[in-house]
C-alpha cells in the first residue's frame, strides 16, 4: 500500500500493523483528536506509517461482531498534520479502511461487511469518497463496494 506526499506526488511505501503498549505512551489526543486509550483492550487498533520509519500518520480502532459477519471501524484519524487541505500525506484514511476491508474479508469471507458512524460531518464525504452506503445512522461495505476499495487502496 502505498500514500502520497502532496507537494511532490510521490509514491509512499507504508505499513499498517497493530498498535502496541509503548505506542500508546506517544499517541496524544492533541496530534490524533481522541484519546486512542478508551480503546485499549475492547478493540483491535491499528497504526499507518512510513515504511521502516517510527512516526504514526493514522491510527484506526477496529472491532468485530461475528454473529454479523462485519468489522466495524469504531475510530479512525489522521495525525493533525496530515489532516484537512494542507496536510503533508493523502490517502491516510482510505489506506486505513481498505485495511479493515482485507481483515474483514479474510475473517469472514464473501459474507464480509464493513461499517462505521462517522462522528462529525463526515458522512457525504466517506460515501463519495469510499462508496460507503448509508443505513441510517451508520455507513457501511460489503461485496464488490469492498473490493473495489482494496484494489484503490492496494496499488
Known amino acids: 500500500m502505498h500514500i502520497i506526499e502532496v507537494s511532490t506526488g510521490e509514491l509512499i511505501e507504508i505499513e499498517i500493523s497493530e498498535v502496541v503498549e509503548k505506542d500508546f505512551e506517544i499517541i496524544d489526543e492533541e496530534k490524533y483528536f481522541f484519546d486512542w486509550n478508551e480503546y485499549k483492550g475492547s478493540h483491535k487498533v491499528y497504526k499507518l506509517m512510513i515504511s521502516k520509519e517510527p512516526q504514526i500518520l493514522g491510527l484506526m480502532a ?77 455507513l457501511f461495505l460489503e461485496g464488490e463496494g469492498m473490493l473495489n476499495l482494496i484494489n484503490e487502496y492496494s496499488v
Request: aromatic share 12%; net charge positive; charged share 25%.
Open 62 to 138: 477496529l472491532r468485530e461482531f461475528q454473529n454479523e459477519y462485519r468489522v466495524e471501524v469504531s475510530l479512525i484519524a489522521c495525525s493533525r498534520e496530515n489532516y484537512s487541505q494542507s496536510k503533508r500525506y493523502d490517502k491516510i484514511a482510505g489506506c486505513l479502511l481498505a485495511f479493515a476491508c482485507r481483515e474483514a474479508i479474510k475473517t469472514y469471507g464473501y459474507m464480509a461487511a464493513v461499517s462505521l458512524k462517522p462522528k462529525t460531518v463526515l458522512k457525504e464525504h466517506y460515501q463519495r469518497k469510499y462508496g460507503m452506503k448509508s443505513a441510517g445512522i451508520s
